[in-house]
């Protein structure tokens, strides 16, 4: 085989990406990748509709990975959303704006993506090798000796490892990448699930499995503290709770755990009024029904399954009537539509995560390049690197950006 100019380690997005400038930029790249197929976990995003990146300007883009942001801007600047349209474009594949950004393929297909990107690696000549689990990387005098046991050893000039995080091992992403890069040198910033459900203590919200809320708001609370989410959905689970708007706040949820042992979370069923405009609600419909039982007047407030709950929680009878509940107790019902709580005690386990928090630690990558600073034509690119956003296409975006700059600066060292 001689000795490839880069070798790009993990085929998923940063990857492929990275082999791809690398080859357009004449580089004799081989492309490692442990499944028999290529982007495995593109395949998984969005539903397998693939929300591959979000028209969000630079900055909010920055903000979204809150601390780790200011890194990733040089990468942000040398291929960015509308690059990577226009990249896609090219080959003929139309994509299509939805709410909030969100970009995806007009075809609601993740394989269209991985579809083209393939048809790029082909096209710039990269060789991409299948079933080839890095094992370990040794520095030699001139180039780097990379082991993946029975399958031999290859020699690259330069290497770029992208083999992603520790959440969805069916992907292949079972954190090898961080333990190669340890013994070698490099900090790994803990590892934590990100944009994952997370579990509650009462088991009447396990009673609600399957029931989503739509337009809703939620806020965690811990010593006196609040975040809060933007208007969303949310789901409950077997376990606990899910949704866009859990997922989005999970990991910096997670980070808090670290510290109390419970974060409480409010649920706020009608974000678009207030206390004021509830209680005038409620006083004219309990008016206008007053002989009508309570469970059945819910019915206007609030889904069916839910109604039986939020009524045991207020400690009434469902069949009492309208004109028998007294203003203490219509204040107690505004109170819990604007803040019904429950008690987060964890998540689930970062292999069902969606994205990995934590992972190399940004203070020894340069930013500029994605070079390792401590081991000289090491590169990084991808979920490997620490830094997460919340979902929306941010962290696809991330993917392709930092492994477009890696493979660049590869190709011209």
Not at 83 to 101: C, T, W
Not at 281 to 309: A, D, T, Y
Request: proline share 3%.
């Amino acid at each position: 085989m001689g000795v490839y100019d880069i070798a790009v380690v993990g085929a998923g997005p940063a990857g492929m990406i990275a082999a791809i400038r690398a080859g357009q930029l004449k580089k004799k790249v081989v492309l490692l990748e442990r499944n028999d197929v290529l982007g495995k976990k593109i395949l998984l995003t969005g539903k397998g509709r693939c929300n591959v990146t979000n028209i969000a300007s630079l900055d909010a883009f920055i903000e979204r990975f809150g601390k780790q942001g200011v890194f990733l801007r040089s990468a942000f600047l040398a291929f960015f959303n509308q690059d990577l349209i226009d990249f896609l474009n090219k080959k003929g594949l139309q994509l299509k704006i939805e709410r909030q950004g969100r970009v995806f393929p007009i075809t609601y297909r993740a394989y269209s993506i991985v579809k083209i990107l393939k048809e790029y690696l082909v096209e710039n000549k990269v060789e991409v090798l299948y079933k080839m689990r890095l094992l370990d990387i040794k520095r030699k005098a001139d180039c780097f000796q990379l082991h993946f046991g029975s399958k031999g050893k290859i020699n690259a000039k330069k290497v770029i490892l992208s083999t992603g995080g520790a959440s969805y091992k069916i992907t292949g992403s079972t954190g090898d990448g961080f333990q190669i890069a340890r013994s070698l040198g490099h900090a790994i910033v803990p590892l934590s699930p990100a944009l994952v459900p997370l579990r509650t203590g009462e088991l009447w919200s396990k009673k609600l499995q399957g029931l989503s809320l739509r337009n809703i708001r939620i806020t965690f609370e811990y010593d006196k503290k609040k975040i809060v989410s933007d208007l969303g959905e949310f789901m409950f689970t077997h376990f606990g709770v899910s949704g866009p708007i859990v997922l989005d706040l999970s990991a910096n949820v997670i980070s808090k755990l670290k510290e109390h042992k419970q974060i409480r979370l409010f649920i706020d069923l009608k974000p678009g009024l207030s206390h004021g405009q509830l209680e005038d609600r409620l006083l004219k419909e309990f008016k206008s029904q007053g002989k009508v039982q309570l469970k059945n007047i819910m019915k206007g407030l609030l889904p069916h399954k839910l109604i039986p709950i939020f009524i045991c929680l207020l400690s009434l009878n469902p069949e009492t009537r309208a004109n028998q509940i007294t203003q203490r107790q219509r204040s107690s019902m505004i109170s819990l539509l604007k803040a019904l709580p429950l008690t987060i005690t964890g998540s689930l386990p970062i292999e069902e995560a969606m994205v990995t928090g934590g992972g190399i630690s940004t203070r020894e990558i340069n930013p500029r390049t994605m070079e390792s600073k401590i081991i000289p034509g090491l590169y990084f690119a991808g979920e490997i690197i620490d830094g997460c956003a919340s979902s929306g296409g941010y962290n696809l975006q991330q993917a392709f950006s930092t492994g477009y700059l890696a493979g660049e600066k590869a190709a011209y060292a």
